[in-house]
């Protein structure tokens, strides 16, 4: 179940606010800049199926996206839990960092935690099949798939050689759990 924590930079254990419900996800993460979004497919798709067939799944939201935002290109990442390079894939973007284009992504299947730093506050979010998230060009966040990743997520790109992480050299990313399949609410 998708999900949103939001606590202070100084608390890493008592959020100011914590839900599952769709709509205040949203609410709450627009005045941040933060697009959260719920897409249905309009074909089966499942583990395996090629990245056409899966893009061909979500055709009328990834066209309008595209449209309203001027994405470049888009593509298909599935990692699974057994891929040798899981620990380096997770390790990658687990500090606080910031891209010079909108992060955007859409979750075919499995989850992932993104985390966004705003100000004097972290806001958690918990992604899973149906979600798209778009973080601004600027934002700083932290993004963890686990220790044993599971994800397909179709990703928008401005630049053709896609995201750039620019490390912010913190250890706030550090100070928040980490993300854990399973883990509770």
């Avoid at 284009?101 to 992932?112: K, L, M, P, T, Y």
């Avoid at 993104?114 to 973080?135: P, R, S």
Wanted: hydrophobic letters at 35%.
């Amino acid at each position: 179940m998708s999900r949103l924590r939001i606590f202070s930079e100084n608390d890493t254990t008592t959020p100011r606010v914590a839900t599952t419900d769709y709509a205040e996800i949203a609410r709450e993460l627009q005045p941040i800049g933060v697009t959260f979004e719920r897409w249905a497919a309009n074909a089966p798709v499942q583990p395996g199926d090629s990245p056409e067939k899966i893009m061909d799944a979500y055709r009328a939201d990834i066209d309008r996206l595209v449209r309203e935002r001027g994405f470049k290109t888009v593509d298909v990442v599935s990692i699974a839990p057994n891929n040798p390079q899981r620990e380096a894939m997770r390790a990658k973007f687990l500090d606080e960092h910031f891209h010079k284009e909108d992060e955007v992504r859409f979750f075919v299947a499995g989850s992932g935690l993104f985390t966004l730093h705003v100000n004097d506050e972290v806001y958690e979010v918990k992604c899973e099949q149906g979600d798209l998230i778009a973080v601004p060009d600027g934002a700083r966040h932290w993004f963890d798939m686990g220790p044993e990743p599971s994800f397909i997520a179709i990703r928008f790109f401005t630049e053709p050689d896609g995201w750039v992480g620019h490390f912010t050299g913190t250890d706030i990313a550090q100070r928040f759990p980490r993300y854990e399949k399973g883990q509770a609410g």
